[in-house]
């Protein structure tokens, strides 16, 4: 199972900061949403000029004209792009066109959507490269959230997925046991005292896993 590190900060000075420290143990570099509306698609750029042998996720959540805003994140540097999955399949096909027009993906994040192995498997048969089973930041704080329904649903889409949700070094061995192609971490690792030694902290929990 890959390594993907969110970054939810809001500078592209902070995001070169955090991916420096992180990238040895991570294998996808993502810029979550508020970084984009913040700092621009030049951040996207940056960073992929700053790691050019990592995959950079552009977590742009495009909800409308899906082809234009995957196309300039492309243009701009992103290997994968975000699409939300309660958009509708002609937005979603039309990111896919942009993807291909790139030799790039297209991953449909499923935040929000209430069944998500069922509309999983339709994106992926529109053209998605996989699925992102995430509850958000406001959704973990809900009262209730329970982690373990994105894996029951990863596990049931049968296409595939990744887990993003406020995992941490306890829950990372539950992601892979589950067989999620990549575990998403934000905050885990951005809002530790030692960035570098979180993300090697989920990295060895991802062996330790494996071997287990
Ligand atoms: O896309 C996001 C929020 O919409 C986050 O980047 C994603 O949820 C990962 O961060 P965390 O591990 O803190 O949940």
């Not at 995957?70 to 399949?89: M, R, Y």
């Not at 995992?167 to 951005?190: F, K, L, P």
Request: glycine fraction near 10%; charged fraction near 20%.
């Amino acid at each position: 199972m890959q390594l993907q590190f969110a970054m939810d900060t809001l500078t592209t000075e902070a995001a070169l900061d955090l991916a420096g420290k992180a990238a040895p143990y991570v294998d996808v570099i993502e810029l979550g949403t508020p970084l984009i509306k913040s700092a621009g698609l030049s951040a996207i750029t940056a960073i992929k000029e700053a790691h050019p042998d990592k995959v950079v996720f552009a977590d742009l959540k495009t909800m409308d004209a899906g082809e234009l805003e995957a196309d300039i994140a492309f243009s701009a540097g992103a290997d994968l792009v975000t699409v939300l999955g309660v958009a509708g399949d002609s937005t979603i096909a039309g990111a896919v066109k942009a993807a291909e027009a790139h030799g790039k993906g297209i991953v449909v994040d499923l935040i929000g959507v209430p069944d998500k192995a069922a509309r999983a498997k339709e994106v992926v048969a529109l053209g998605a490269e996989f699925v992102e089973m995430h509850a958000g930041l406001d959704e973990q704080a809900e009262e209730g959230f329970t982690f373990e329904t994105l894996l029951r649903d990863g596990e049931a889409s049968g296409v595939p997925f990744s887990v993003a949700g406020g995992i941490t070094t306890d829950t990372i061995g539950s992601v892979q046991a589950s067989g999620a192609r990549i575990a998403v971490a934000g905050s885990a690792i951005y809002s530790a005292d030692d960035v570098a030694a979180a993300a090697s902290a989920l990295r060895d929990a991802i062996s330790e896993s494996a071997s287990a």
